[in-house]
Every structure is written in C-alpha cells, then in structure tokens.
C-alpha cells in the first residue's frame, strides 16, 4: 500500500486523484487529507476515505470543521496546522495547492515524501530552481501532472535526443472571437473552456496563453530545454498534449483524450501504467487540427516567456499580478483587457532583481501584488 | 566511414539512400551496387559514387553493362554472380530488392554485414522466422525501413510496455471511389498515389490495403504483437506512420513528412539521429484526420490479417499470386477487380501446410505463382 497525501484534495485535481484511488483502494491509502476552506467537499471526502489526517488551511472554516470531525481523526488548522501537516510522511503527495501559496507547503513536504505529483506551475515558474535543489537533496522525484509536462516527462524518457518540442495549447475559450469582443467579454464567457474542465483562474490563464507561457517555462526548467527550442502550437482538440521533436526531424506525439485523471494517473502509479480513462476512440472519424500561435492575438504569451527567459524576479512579479488581475474579473471589477493592460503594466514598471533564495521570491510576489492592486484601484 | 552495400540500387528506395549517402560522403562510403536490370541508372550511380563492386542480376542486362564499366570495378553477373555478391563484407547493408526475390540475397548475405536495413516486406512475411534466426545467430541488425513498421521500432526504444499498436494507412489512390468504378480502374489511376511515391506494385498493394495486411504481419514478426492488438487505422496525410498504446491508454505517435527518405536515413544513421528531410512546417495550418478501416471496402486487408495469423504457407502463395496478379492488372491484362477474386480463389484452394525451412518456403511460392497463372489463363 502506498500512503498518499493530497494537498488542495477538494479541487479538480484533487477530486480526479480521489476518484483514481476510488478505484484502487488495494494500492492506495488515503493517508491525510488538505483543503483550504472547501469543508463541505472535504467532509464527504473523509467520510468515504477515511485519513487518518486531516487539515483546513482557512481558521474560519477551519473553526466550523472541527465539530464533525470523527473521533480518532487528527486535525490540523490555520497556517501553522498547514506547516505541521507538511511534516507528515508519505509515499505519494498529490501538490494541488493552486498559486504560489503552494510554494511554503510544497518546500517543506519534500523532504517527507517519496515522490510529489506537482500539479502546481506558480510554484516552478517563480521558484523552480530551489526546489529542484532541495528536491535533489532529498531524493524526492517530483512528477509533474499538467498534461503537456507530463506528455513531455513521458515523451523523454525515450532514448532519443530532443532537440525542440512543441506544447499545444487548445487556444481557450475565446480563441474565435474578435477582439473588440474579447474585451468586452464576461467571466462567465471565459468559465466555458471547450476542452478542458479546470479550476477558474487557469481556465481564465488558458484563454489568455498565460497558462501556456507557464509551461514554457516549466519545460525549460524541467527539461532544461532552451527557450528558442520550445514552440506553442495551437491545437483545438486537446488531444496531442506535446511533441517532441528529434535531430532527425522525427516527431513523437503524447495523446490522450482530454481527462486530467490519466496525468495524475500517470503520476500515482508509476512507473507502472495503469488504465484510469478510456483511450482514444478509433472506431470513429475525428480529425486533429495545427496551426500556429499569433503573438498579436496572445500578447501575454510573449511577455511570459520573455519574463521567463529572463530568469529574474519578474515572472514572479507578473504571476502575482496575473492571480490578483484575475480575481477582480471574476470579480466583475475590471473588464477582461485590463488583464493583459496591468501585467504590461507591472513588467515595465518591475526593476530586474535575480532572485537568490526562496524569500527573495516572497518578497517580490508581495511587491506584486501590492503594486497590482495599487493599479487596479485606480482602474476600478 | 561505414562501408555500404545497396541490393536494388535503382528503385526509389535505392536512389533515396544514395541520395542521403550523397549529402555524408565523410560518413558513408558506397562499397557495392546491385541492380535487377537498370543498368541506364546503374550507369549515373557507379559514376557517382564508384563502388568497387558492382552486380547485374539479369543476364541480358549484364551482357549489355559490361562494356561500359569502368575498369578496377569488380563486376558480378547472372544469379551466380548475385550469389557471389552476397559474400561481400559491409558494416551497413540496404536491402531493397522486391518481392520475394529479397530473400535469398538477403539470407546468403546477413552473415557478412552488421546491419541491414529492410527495405522488402515480402521476405518477412513469408519467411520470417528464418530471417530472424539467421539474424540473431549471426548478431546481425535488421532495421526496418518501411515508414509503419519503422515508426514503431522507433516507438518501441521507449521504456514504457506496448499494450496496442496502430498502423495508419493512406487508404490509397482508390480510397473515395465507388465500388463499380474501382472495379474498372486503370493501372495509371491506381498508380497516382496521394501521399507516397513508391514502386508500382506497393502503389497497388497500397490501394488494396494488402499492403497494410503485410505490414500487420511485419508488425507480428517484428515486436511479437498479438494480432488482435494490431490496429489499422485510416490516415490520408500519411504524416502519422505508427502509434503505440500503452497499458494507461496514452498514445505515442510517431510523425513526420511522408519522405522515406527519413526512415531510410534512419536505418543508415542508427543509434545517431540525423537530419535528412525538413520537418513538419508548424508556421502553416494543417489537419491529420483519422477514420476507422472497412473490411467490407478493403477485403484483402481482412484476407491477409487472417493468412498472417494462420503462421502456415497461406501468406507465402497469397504474396506469389499478388505478385504475379498485379503484373497482370499493370500490363492490361485483367481487371483491377481480378486481383481480389484471384487472392480470395488461391487462398481458398491452397492447401494448409506448416513451413519449416526456407526451402518450403520456395515451394509454397513456386506452387501459388503456378496456381495464379492457370487461374488468370482461364480470366484473360
């Protein structure tokens, strides 16, 4: 039995990591269980898993957890249960922390795990570099499950050299709009994505390219590919999650159909595979479509990857901006343009500081957000 | 430098390896040059690239070649200087003759050559299994250049295990006709493929599928498939050569421009990988469609799966008759329709033996072309 701990257990990705254990509670044990505020979720959740640990970030809701909580179930609250709860041990831990607030539980789990199933970008994109390190300290494979870096993990494990490779990107769900419409459009609107069901602020990150400027960088810093080497290619489908291309021109494709439990499938079971979602379906005619990314189209994906190869403090910079942007438009406060407006914004206005330690990207996330909202309430 | 031999030096595989030896004269030195009977093309290659040694199988072709040789070229004639030829030492050898006519060389030859890279199909189905034994006690590499069988090999290096595979297929030059007008199809119709330019009778095989069928097979013999975990899959780009399925459901595809020169050049470059042909062009929008198969429309496909599958002499005359079936269709002789009654009549009359050496295997293939052309006398 593999003691699995999930982090963000009550989010998309820790529902699809629940509902693959669902299905193979022989292998798997729910060991310890942590969500943010999310109790409702959680306590249908602990009812059917049975942890023997259990954490909610929130002390509010935290507060009103407590009372129904069984009997022999510990419990860890606020953020000072957060980082106890980092300390228990596992086999498997499931990061779905969602943002950079994944960065503090995810920097001090490592060292108590055997293998984390990383379903977390901000954390890389800002501080990838300490936690690989510690990672490599500690021995602790980390495993990403978003699709396209988990299509490239798989993909390099092939034997040849790669020598470019190409993450697709469904192009959102505005892709086909004009841009007068895009501006104008609602939260609502964006909330659709065509292909795939995410949580909110990626699904907003998705239909501005943010979300793959992202994976750009996590494939640089995962793969040590360099940027130039890194190409986005619009794929509607969702069904080719990446490519890699060899010396000799050979492209090896990863495809699935569109369902997040078969990356974290992947993750979990590994290195063994294991069937968790039906495969493609060859019995009847689809077709797969390419075409290229427009930097006109998706100005944010240029600004990402080039803060990205920068390899300083302002990708951190522009993700907290991004996570704050973003909320007020879900919010209804700020119209859709504003997110590209203010993340122009605050990289013009972001001094370039290489970032030497884990505070350092603290520092500089709390910079952003602060200067974030300090724009955003003049727009407002 | 890596010496070379090309058996079937003229065919397109033959010229498209030499077209890739061109471009690394440093790496590949062309030691020996075969040719059946085109001695007008032999003529341009040995001037280009000077082989020591060179070898005309058609007796009449030779007589006429002689006198054009340059001298210091050893010169080999006739089937007993084809049988001669094959003694000759190389670290690479292409084999590119067609048909079952491969077979001999290539057995006589594997002995003296590190690794051959196999341009011919019908020696594989037919008499696979002494190929692989020669292959295996001689420590001989075969890497097949056939884009589908190719494709896999490729997919195969990577560690994860193989649960299914997928040949796509072209559907051919016939693929959107109507049933009554295929039947009246001409040679020249059936000749313009849309997506490979290949030899004349795999343009036909591939506008029947039962050049798909021999690639099943191929697929069998090669990576011990079970048949059932054989796929055919409709692809009219032909940009997609093979895909590999895992236990997880997660596919590998292997992809590239529909040029065998990429394959060939694999085989020749292996383990490096090389650049011969531009890659896939991202910067252009573009489709891969995909639909399943019918053996209602394809019904040699279904025929030659099921002989492959017997592991008996029933795919050694099925492969004689389509050879000498297809002579007929391409010299006016019979309908294209005949090829179907034809392949279906020997197969039911064919008697059911198990092959146990390659001598049985001749048998079989004198008995099926002997039973082809009584069955076409009675048709012409």
Redesign the interface.
């Known amino acids: 039995m593999e003691d699995v701990i999930i982090f963000g257990a009550t989010g998309s990705i820790g529902k699809n990591a629940l509902d693959i254990i669902r299905s193979n509670k022989k292998i798997f044990n729910v060991k310890a269980l942590c969500t943010n505020a999310n109790i409702a979720v959680l306590k249908k959740q602990v009812d059917e898993f049975n942890p023997k640990y259990v954490c909610v970030a929130d002390p509010v809701q935290a507060d009103k957890f407590k009372d129904v909580l069984k009997k022999g179930v510990k419990f860890f609250y606020g953020l000072s249960g957060l980082k106890e709860f980092c300390s228990l041990e596992s086999d498997i831990s499931v990061m779905a922390i969602s943002g950079i607030a994944a960065m503090e539980p995810l920097l001090a789990h490592i060292p108590h795990t055997k293998r984390i199933a990383l379903a977390n970008k901000e954390a890389i994109i800002t501080g990838g570099k300490f936690i690989f390190n510690k990672a490599k300290k500690y021995k602790t494979e980390i495993l990403p499950v978003d699709s396209e870096i988990n299509a490239l993990y ?2 390099f ?5 790669v020598e470019r490779v ?1 993450l697709t990107a469904s192009g959102g769900a505005l892709f086909d709009y004009s841009k007068p419409r895009v501006a104008k459009i609602t939260a609502k609107q964006v909330l659709s994505h065509p292909t795939w069901k995410m949580g909110r602020r990626i699904t907003v990150d998705s239909a501005t390219l943010v979300n793959k400027g992202f994976e750009v960088v996590e494939t640089n810093r995962f793969f040590n590919i360099e940027y130039k080497n890194i ?1 986005v ?1 619009i794929h509607r489908e969702s069904v ?1 999650h990446a ?1 890699c ?12 159909p569109p369902d997040m439990r ?1 990356p974290i ?2 993750a979990l ?1 590994y290195p ?9 379906d ?11 990314v427009s930097f006109e189209q998706f100005p944010l994906l240029e600004l990402v990857i080039k803060a990205g190869s920068e390899d300083n403090n302002k990708l951190t910079v522009l993700n907290a901006a991004d996570e704050i942007v973003i909320d007020y438009f879900l919010k209804g406060k700020v119209e859709f343009k504003s997110i590209t407006k203010i993340l122009f914004d605050i990289y013009n206005m972001c001094p370039a500081y290489m970032l030497k330690s884990v505070s350092d990207v603290y520092k500089w996330d709390t910079w952003g957000r602060g200067k974030t909202m300090e724009l955003l309430d003049k727009l407002c």
Chains 1, 2 share one sequence.
């Open positions: 798989q993909l494990k092939s034997d040849g050299k190409y190409h290619v080719v490519m291309e060899y010396a000799d021109n050979t492209i090896f494709a990863c495809m699935y078969l499938g992947y079971f063994q595979a294991r069937m968790t979602v039906k495969g493609i060859f019995s009847k005619r689809f077709s797969l479509s390419f075409q290229p």
